[in-house]
Protein backbone atom coordinates (compact mmCIF):
# COMPACT_ATOMS: atom_id res chain seq x y z
CA UNK A 1 0.00 0.00 0.00
CA UNK A 2 1.24 3.37 -1.16
CA UNK A 3 2.40 5.77 2.06
CA UNK A 4 -0.26 8.16 1.27
CA UNK A 5 -2.69 5.22 1.27
CA UNK A 6 -1.88 4.15 4.39
CA UNK A 7 -1.88 8.03 5.85
CA UNK A 8 -5.26 8.44 4.56
CA UNK A 9 -6.42 5.09 5.85
CA UNK A 10 -4.57 6.03 9.90
CA UNK A 11 -6.45 9.36 9.41
CA UNK A 12 -9.63 7.57 8.66
CA UNK A 13 -9.21 5.02 11.43
CA UNK A 14 -8.26 7.66 14.24
CA UNK A 15 -11.13 9.85 13.13
CA UNK A 16 -13.38 6.75 13.60
CA UNK A 17 -12.15 6.38 16.84
CA UNK A 18 -11.95 10.43 18.30
CA UNK A 19 -15.47 10.25 17.53
CA UNK A 20 -16.35 7.45 19.61
CA UNK A 21 -14.39 9.64 22.35
CA UNK A 22 -11.29 7.99 22.60
CA UNK A 23 -8.48 10.62 23.66
CA UNK A 24 -5.56 11.20 21.32
CA UNK A 25 -2.67 9.38 22.91
CA UNK A 26 -5.03 6.43 22.83
CA UNK A 27 -6.42 6.71 19.42
CA UNK A 28 -2.41 7.43 18.28
CA UNK A 29 -1.39 4.10 19.99
CA UNK A 30 -4.34 2.46 18.15
CA UNK A 31 -3.14 3.67 14.57
CA UNK A 32 0.84 3.77 15.18
CA UNK A 33 1.09 7.25 14.49
CA UNK A 34 2.41 10.15 17.87
CA UNK A 35 0.19 11.94 20.25
CA UNK A 36 1.40 14.81 18.54
CA UNK A 37 0.14 13.76 14.86
CA UNK A 38 -3.54 13.06 15.69
CA UNK A 39 -3.16 16.76 17.73
CA UNK A 40 -2.09 17.99 14.61
CA UNK A 41 -4.71 16.32 12.11
CA UNK A 42 -7.55 18.12 14.90
CA UNK A 43 -6.01 21.43 14.53
CA UNK A 44 -7.12 21.26 10.49
CA UNK A 45 -10.86 22.38 10.45
CA UNK A 46 -12.05 20.05 8.01
CA UNK A 47 -10.32 16.93 9.62
CA UNK A 48 -11.95 18.23 13.12
CA UNK A 49 -14.96 18.52 11.14
CA UNK A 50 -15.24 15.06 9.79
CA UNK A 51 -14.62 13.60 13.27
CA UNK A 52 -17.80 15.44 14.15
CA UNK A 53 -19.45 14.39 11.38
CA UNK A 54 -18.47 10.92 12.64
CA UNK A 55 -20.44 11.70 16.09
CA UNK A 56 -23.34 12.87 14.58
CA UNK A 57 -23.49 9.76 13.07
CA UNK A 58 -22.94 7.62 15.48
CA UNK A 59 -25.09 9.79 17.81
CA UNK A 60 -27.84 9.75 15.20
CA UNK A 61 -27.82 5.49 14.73
CA UNK A 62 -27.65 5.07 18.90
CA UNK A 63 -30.82 7.63 18.73
CA UNK A 64 -32.22 5.43 15.96
CA UNK A 65 -31.97 2.13 18.55
CA UNK A 66 -33.34 3.72 21.64
CA UNK A 67 -36.41 4.84 20.08
CA UNK A 68 -36.84 1.22 18.94
CA UNK A 69 -36.59 -0.37 21.74
CA UNK A 70 -38.14 2.67 23.80
CA UNK A 71 -41.35 1.56 22.03
CA UNK A 72 -41.23 -1.83 23.68
CA UNK A 73 -40.50 -0.83 26.84
CA UNK A 74 -43.20 1.77 27.21
CA UNK A 75 -45.16 -1.07 26.03
CA UNK A 76 -43.98 -3.19 28.83
CA UNK A 77 -44.47 -0.70 31.39
CA UNK A 78 -48.20 -0.26 30.17
CA UNK A 79 -48.98 -4.24 30.33
CA UNK A 80 -47.54 -3.91 34.27
CA UNK A 81 -48.77 -0.89 35.17
CA UNK A 82 -52.71 -2.71 33.60
CA UNK A 83 -51.76 -5.96 34.62
CA UNK A 84 -53.66 -6.61 38.27
CA UNK A 85 -51.45 -9.39 38.85
CA UNK A 86 -48.56 -7.60 39.55
CA UNK A 87 -48.34 -5.75 42.93
CA UNK A 88 -49.23 -2.20 43.48
CA UNK A 89 -45.92 -1.31 43.83
CA UNK A 90 -44.35 -2.90 40.84
CA UNK A 91 -47.11 -1.12 38.77
CA UNK A 92 -47.01 2.45 40.43
CA UNK A 93 -43.10 1.93 39.77
CA UNK A 94 -44.52 1.61 36.14
CA UNK A 95 -46.36 4.16 35.82
CA UNK A 96 -43.83 6.74 37.71
CA UNK A 97 -41.10 5.65 34.75
CA UNK A 98 -43.50 6.47 32.02
CA UNK A 99 -44.31 9.58 32.86
CA UNK A 100 -40.36 10.14 34.00
CA UNK A 101 -39.98 9.44 30.66
CA UNK A 102 -42.87 11.76 28.99
CA UNK A 103 -41.29 14.92 29.87
CA UNK A 104 -37.67 14.41 28.35
CA UNK A 105 -39.04 13.23 25.28
CA UNK A 106 -41.48 16.27 24.98
CA UNK A 107 -38.04 18.60 25.57
CA UNK A 108 -35.79 16.26 23.34
CA UNK A 109 -38.48 16.85 20.24
CA UNK A 110 -38.56 20.30 21.28
CA UNK A 111 -35.39 20.44 20.71
CA UNK A 112 -34.76 19.01 17.85
CA UNK A 113 -37.06 21.33 16.04
CA UNK A 114 -35.77 24.34 17.77
CA UNK A 115 -32.41 23.00 16.35
CA UNK A 116 -34.05 22.36 12.60
CA UNK A 117 -35.06 25.52 12.46
CA UNK A 118 -31.86 27.29 13.88
CA UNK A 119 -30.14 25.24 10.83
CA UNK A 120 -32.57 26.04 8.27
CA UNK A 121 -31.64 29.91 9.26
CA UNK A 122 -28.12 29.83 8.89
CA UNK A 123 -28.21 27.63 5.81
CA UNK A 124 -30.19 30.26 4.33
CA UNK A 125 -27.87 33.26 5.78
CA UNK A 126 -24.97 31.54 4.23
CA UNK A 127 -26.30 30.81 0.83
CA UNK A 128 -26.94 34.80 0.59
CA UNK A 129 -30.91 35.09 1.70
CA UNK A 130 -32.21 36.87 4.25
CA UNK A 131 -33.85 35.22 7.52
Known amino acids: MPANDLTASRKERAAVLLARGLNAEHVAREVQVTGRTVRRWLENPEYAERVRELRRTSLGE ?5 ETISRNAVGVLGGIMTNSAESSTVR ?7 LTLLPRLAEHVELEERVALLEAATSCRDEGGTS
Do not use: H
Open 92 to 98: VRAAIGV
Open 62 to 66: TLRVL
